[in-house]
């Protein structure tokens, strides 16, 4: 699963000028009460999209409010595009227990890169991945 | 088996209290509510997630309107209908416009508060539905027979797990303060007020706050919803009973991976689903649950 995700990424992330059904470069699946992965590594204006495959609703709800998805029944999708760095904590609503997190890194295109280094960077962006 | 054959007396001494558990896991209790000048009852009612359609329960609809039914059935009808929330499955309009539609039909006043599901994203779908001036927040307290009765809201501040927040804390410190150690005190809320079970998040992160207020009191009785199970559970003075739903069951603490909706035989659902009743008066009280298969 885990590799078909990364191929998945990968054959995305080439595209220039992405269409806006190829966007979700990203996917949080939530499965068993959890969210997976976490915590996703992403940079900033990347796309992520979140999948409830459980039979409850969830909800993908910011802690600090900044975003929410609001209530995701069986199947339910919710896409969320992430415009600032930062350490993002979020929650299920429904089921305050389940915890995850968002990480994302600056800008990719020679913009600031805020207070992370290339390094972390580098070893998280997607096109990478294929060496993990 | 019959089921009287399960039932077990427990009984305490104090403000004595004594409740019968049957087989079922629906629980009848006596309670000594001194204090109550006249006969007073009401009923309990909670977790009927309208809007929920899956295989655990296809027909929330029907089962909700069979405890309405059964309610207004009753020979004697209840001073009140106290809703302890999760009216609805995802806080959607439309939801709450069946569920309050069909709360409608009940004979006896209405008592409500929100459980998480009713404010997924917002409070405003269930304040728009249910709000009032006199509980702008939707905690109150109110006083019948003799009893004061507070309505607690542990979801509007979900941040980890059910939590009250300061201003109500503030506002129950100086609501329970008012009143005298004597007054039978009968507590409300969603979510239970105790760590029933942790893991699952049943439990209310600042609660412990209110019941340190509550210690004072003779006999304080606690009911709240959310695990879709009747579980009873006593701390010195106070007592606290969960109820069942009228939607679906829930797994008990620990015997299955997640909580979440359980799946039992079509015909046994009826059994697994209720209202609860409470009967106050001079002398003992009872509190009894009712199965909808009864």
């Given at each position: 699963m885990y590799a078909l995700l990364v191929a998945a990424i990968l054959a995305i992330a080439?595209?220039?000028?992405?269409?806006p059904a190829a966007m979700p470069g990203f996917v949080v699946h939530i499965k068993d009460f959890k969210y997976a992965p976490t915590p996703l590594k992403i940079h900033v204006g990347d796309t992520v999209r979140f999948i409830n495959d459980d039979d409850e609703p969830h909800t993908v709800t910011a802690t600090d409010k900044s975003f929410d998805s609001e209530a995701l029944d069986t199947s339910g999708a919710w896409t969320h595009t992430f415009t600032k760095a930062g350490t993002y904590s979020y929650f299920c609503e429904?089921?305050?227990?389940m915890k995850a997190t968002v990480i994302v890194t600056g800008?990719?295109?020679?913009g600031p890169r805020r207070s992370v280094g290339a390094g972390a960077w580098s070893a998280t962006h997607p096109a990478t991945w294929g060496a993990l | 088996m019959k089921r009287k054959d399960f039932i077990e007396h427990v009984s305490w001494t104090g403000a004595g209290i004594a409740w019968t558990l049957s087989a079922s896991g629906l629980m009848t209790s006596v309670a000594d509510?001194?204090?109550?000048?006249n006969g007073l009852s009401f009923v309990q009612i909670s977790?009927?997630?309208?809007g929920f359609a899956r295989p655990?329960?296809?027909d929330v609809v029907g089962t909700f309107k069979k405890t309405i039914d059964d309610i207004n059935a009753l020979a004697v009808q209840p001073s009140f209908v106290v809703h302890t929330g999760?009216?609805?499955?995802?806080?959607k309009p439309e939801q709450f416009d069946t569920v309050k539609s069909m709360l409608a039909q009940l004979k006896a006043p209405l008592v409500v508060m929100p459980g998480e599901h009713d404010v997924i994203g917002s409070p405003d779908n269930y304040l728009a539905a249910f709000g009032s001036k006199d509980a702008p927040k939707g905690w109150h307290s109110f006083d019948m027979n003799g009893v004061h009765f507070v309505v607690l809201v542990?979801?509007?501040?979900?941040?980890?797990?059910g939590k009250l927040g300061q201003e109500q804390l503030d506002w129950v410190a100086k609501d329970l303060a008012a009143?005298?150690?004597s007054t039978p005190i009968v507590v409300f809320g969603?979510?239970?007020?105790?760590?029933?079970?942790?893991?699952?998040?049943?439990?209310?992160?600042?609660?412990t706050a209110v019941l340190a207020a509550l210690q004072r009191f003779d006999a304080v009785t606690v009911l709240n919803g959310h695990i879709h199970q009747v579980i009873q559970h006593t701390e010195g003075n106070i007592r606290f009973a969960t109820a069942a739903s009228t939607a679906y069951p829930q797994p008990a603490?620990?015997?299955?991976d997640k909580p979440g909706p359980l799946k039992v035989p079509d015909n046994q659902l009826l059994g697994v689903l209720g209202y609860r009743s409470v009967q106050l008066a001079m002398g003992p009280a009872t509190v009894a649950d009712h199965s909808l298969a009864t």
């Open positions: 080439p595209a220039a000028s992405p269409s429904l089921h305050p227990y800008d990719d295109a020679g | 509510a001194r204090g109550a000048k977790d009927s997630h309208i655990e329960n296809p999760d009216l609805t499955h995802l806080s542990n979801v509007f501040n979900f941040e980890i797990d009143q005298k150690s969603h979510v239970p007020l105790y760590a029933l079970y942790e893991k699952w998040g049943w439990t209310t992160e600042d609660g603490p620990g015997t299955a």
